[in-house]
């Protein structure tokens, strides 16, 4: 296994609390990049802990709503267009989480859902 692999899959013991809590180590939060969310996947004896990036989130929030209102919408308009791309911008994010669980299992295939 090369230096890569095994940093890869470094391990740390964590220990899990009578209210079913423990705490991510500080260089795997660090490094991996979360915040105040984390998405849980089970599957094949494996619980993956994943990071939800909320600035991201909101960098698409400030885009959409600037094409939004360079082409002229406001009001009820505008909050109901803004809703319609905010849900086609989930669903790339959707298919990355995905695609980070299936490789997590060994999985490289991908369902392609475009």
Do not use: W
Request: hydrophobic fraction near 35%; charge should be negative.
């Amino acid at each position: 296994m090369s230096n890569s692999e095994a940093k890869r899959h470094e391990q740390k013991r964590v220990t899990i609390t009578a209210k079913r809590q423990f705490t991510i180590p500080q260089r795997f939060y660090t490094e991996l990049g979360f915040e105040r969310e984390a998405v849980c996947t089970m599957g094949e004896g494996l619980l993956i802990i994943q990071p939800i990036k909320s600035v991201a989130t909101n960098e698409y929030a400030e885009q959409i709503l600037e094409e939004l209102i360079s082409e002229g919408l406001s009001g009820k308009e505008l909050l109901e267009e803004f809703k319609a791309r905010q849900e086609l911008v989930q669903s790339p994010i959707e298919i990355m989480l995905e695609t980070a669980k299936n490789a997590a299992h060994g999985n490289d295939k991908v369902e392609d859902r475009t």
